[in-house]
């Protein structure tokens, strides 16, 4: 799930185009009203968001967008949820990170130690093929 947080005084047109962009490609996105269902951009346009903060389900977040606008940047600073969501995600992805360095570099020693003698693209392509069954 991707959220996007509207706090009061984002900018529309950061919040909005996205928004209609990555749902016309088919992306799971909800809006999020960090100060209430109905949140008001930098030009006095009110929005009514998806859901509110406390409704965000941390364990289903993929990517959390923060349109720009000096209101809605202030606003996702001083809530300790917003940030705390924030916070989720670097966590996940920092873990995501490290499994998948550490996949590498196992990856590359097995070709340092096993198939030096090939080059490591065709190394990764030779990973990459089906196993055939040998008879």
């Known amino acids: 799930m991707v959220y996007m947080l509207l706090g009061t005084g984002f900018e529309e047109t950061e919040a909005i185009a996205p928004l209609d962009l990555l749902r016309r490609a088919g992306v799971d996105i909800q809006t999020v009203g960090i100060n209430g269902k ?3 951009g930098s030009h006095g346009i ?3 968001a998806d859901i509110e903060l406390g409704q965000m ?4 977040m993929e990517m959390i967008i923060l349109p720009g606008g000096l209101g809605g940047v202030a ?3 001083a809530s ?3 940030l705390d969501a924030h916070l989720t995600l670097v966590k996940r992805l920092k873990k995501a990170a490290h499994s998948e360095v550490t996949k590498q570099m196992a990856d590359f020693k ?3 130690e096993k198939y030096s003698n090939m080059t490591y693209a065709d190394y990764q392509k030779m990973k990459r093929e089906p196993k055939q069954n040998k008879k």
């Not at 389900?57 to 289903?60: A, E, F, G, H, R």
């Open 38 to 40: 109905i949140v008001y």
């Open 46 to 48: 009110g929005i009514e």
């Open 80 to 82: 300790k949820e917003a």
């Open 57 to 60: 389900d941390l364990t289903s």
């Open 75 to 77: 606003s996702a600073r």
């Open 110 to 112: 097995e070709y340092m």
